[in-house]
Protein backbone atom coordinates (compact mmCIF):
# COMPACT_ATOMS: atom_id res chain seq x y z
CA UNK A 1 0.00 0.00 0.00
CA UNK A 2 1.64 3.22 -1.14
CA UNK A 3 0.32 6.88 1.21
CA UNK A 4 -0.22 10.15 -0.71
CA UNK A 5 0.18 13.03 1.19
CA UNK A 6 -0.32 16.58 0.30
CA UNK A 7 3.03 17.83 -1.09
CA UNK A 8 3.13 14.90 -3.73
CA UNK A 9 4.79 12.62 -1.24
CA UNK A 10 4.88 9.05 -1.38
CA UNK A 11 6.04 6.62 1.06
CA UNK A 12 5.31 3.02 1.41
CA UNK A 13 3.02 2.19 4.18
CA UNK A 14 5.40 -0.45 5.18
CA UNK A 15 8.07 2.80 6.13
CA UNK A 16 5.27 5.33 7.33
CA UNK A 17 4.43 5.90 10.63
CA UNK A 18 1.24 4.64 12.23
CA UNK A 19 0.94 8.75 12.60
CA UNK A 20 1.80 9.49 8.93
CA UNK A 21 -0.94 7.16 7.88
CA UNK A 22 -3.36 8.69 10.19
CA UNK A 23 -2.38 12.18 9.19
CA UNK A 24 -2.72 10.58 5.63
CA UNK A 25 -6.48 9.70 5.98
CA UNK A 26 -7.40 13.02 7.60
CA UNK A 27 -5.91 14.73 5.24
CA UNK A 28 -7.87 12.85 2.50
CA UNK A 29 -11.10 13.12 4.54
CA UNK A 30 -10.79 16.64 4.70
CA UNK A 31 -10.04 17.14 1.16
CA UNK A 32 -13.62 15.15 0.21
CA UNK A 33 -15.06 17.53 2.04
CA UNK A 34 -14.03 20.39 0.66
CA UNK A 35 -14.36 19.30 -2.73
CA UNK A 36 -18.24 17.92 -1.49
CA UNK A 37 -18.95 21.89 -0.49
CA UNK A 38 -17.34 23.52 -3.16
CA UNK A 39 -19.70 21.61 -5.93
CA UNK A 40 -22.66 22.57 -3.93
CA UNK A 41 -21.97 25.91 -3.59
CA UNK A 42 -21.20 25.67 -7.87
CA UNK A 43 -24.54 23.80 -8.48
CA UNK A 44 -26.74 26.16 -5.61
CA UNK A 45 -24.90 29.57 -7.62
CA UNK A 46 -25.60 27.73 -11.39
CA UNK A 47 -29.40 26.97 -10.31
CA UNK A 48 -30.03 30.51 -9.14
CA UNK A 49 -28.14 32.69 -12.00
CA UNK A 50 -31.35 32.68 -14.14
CA UNK A 51 -33.88 34.15 -11.33
CA UNK A 52 -31.13 37.06 -11.32
CA UNK A 53 -31.72 37.54 -15.37
CA UNK A 54 -34.65 38.45 -14.97
CA UNK A 55 -33.79 41.69 -12.75
CA UNK A 56 -35.40 44.72 -12.91
CA UNK A 57 -35.08 46.63 -16.37
CA UNK A 58 -36.01 50.06 -14.40
CA UNK A 59 -33.25 49.70 -11.89
CA UNK A 60 -30.55 48.12 -14.73
CA UNK A 61 -30.95 51.18 -16.47
CA UNK A 62 -30.38 53.59 -13.80
CA UNK A 63 -27.35 51.44 -13.16
CA UNK A 64 -25.88 51.97 -16.44
CA UNK A 65 -26.00 55.22 -16.36
CA UNK A 66 -22.79 55.30 -14.52
CA UNK A 67 -21.39 52.39 -16.68
CA UNK A 68 -22.24 54.77 -19.94
CA UNK A 69 -19.65 57.14 -19.53
CA UNK A 70 -17.36 54.42 -20.84
CA UNK A 71 -19.25 51.69 -22.10
CA UNK A 72 -22.09 51.68 -24.94
CA UNK A 73 -24.31 49.21 -25.79
CA UNK A 74 -25.83 47.58 -29.35
CA UNK A 75 -24.14 46.54 -32.55
CA UNK A 76 -20.29 47.09 -32.77
CA UNK A 77 -20.42 49.10 -29.06
CA UNK A 78 -16.74 49.43 -28.18
CA UNK A 79 -15.50 51.38 -24.67
CA UNK A 80 -15.01 54.76 -25.30
CA UNK A 81 -11.19 54.86 -23.82
CA UNK A 82 -9.53 52.02 -25.67
CA UNK A 83 -6.98 50.69 -23.27
CA UNK A 84 -4.24 49.70 -25.80
Given amino acids: MIVQFSRGATVAASRAS ?18 AFAA ?19 KGENVFKICSACHRVGPGARMLSDRR
Fill in 18 to 35: PESQERAKDHMQWYCQLT
Fill in 40 to 58: IVTAMAVVAAPANAAGDPV
